[in-house]
């Protein structure tokens, strides 16, 4: 399991019928930034919803707000009925921060409630990094590198399970590849629990294998991620 790290109590923020929870040492910008909109522009970074991004004193923040998909986000793109989903992330990602899973440093949330609808975003820490596809994609560390990375992604996913962290999205783009390693993101509807049980790391690690699969990725690769997951070299 990586090492415990520290994560100072996130403070309360209210302004305009929108709440939000930030890092302490960053509140006045993160705030501004999630309940604003101060600083922000378009970032580069793929997704399901466009990415903010936002500087602050230690680097730049990414924003993501909550969108839906498949059918429903025909009629309620970014609405929740009865779901606080960025309240939910946010507990669940500084959680496991403090517990060393290899997560971007959380920044904080914002929601906001009509009755019962809920919409908002969350905030991190921007990486320099690539998501796992475009890193198999191109020319960097060649096969041994590849190979030797996809061992360390295996063993940051054994690390997540252990700590007792089940992710709901475990897909290919939901994993960086930094300079010091790689990194999971997107934790929304992920779960903490006491122990991960043997079906649920399963699960997660099958989910996995379909996501490369899908994108044509060698399952070679998969067979890397999953020895690094049981902790051979």
Known sequence: MGLARELPVFVRVERDGKVALVHPEFSDTVAAALLEGEGCELADEAGRAPLKRFSYSEGTGLIREY???????????KSYLFDNRPLHE???HCAAYRSGVAVPMPLGAY??????????????????????????SGDADGSEGKADALRRCGAALRQMHDAGFVHADLQIRNILIAGDGPYIIDLDKARQCTRVSPSARQVNLVRLRRSLEKNGVLLKHFDAIRAGYEGHS
Not at 67 to 77: L, N, S, Y
Not at 114 to 136: F, H, K, Q, S, T
Request: zero cysteines; a positive charge.
């Open 67 to 77: 969108r839906r998909g498949g059918f429903v986000r025909h009629f309620m793109t």
């Open 90 to 92: 946010i507990e669940v």
């Open 111 to 136: 929601w906001e409630r009509r009755g019962p609808i809920y919409r908002g975003a969350i905030a991190v820490a921007r990486l320099e990094a690539v998501n796992l596809l475009d890193y198999l």
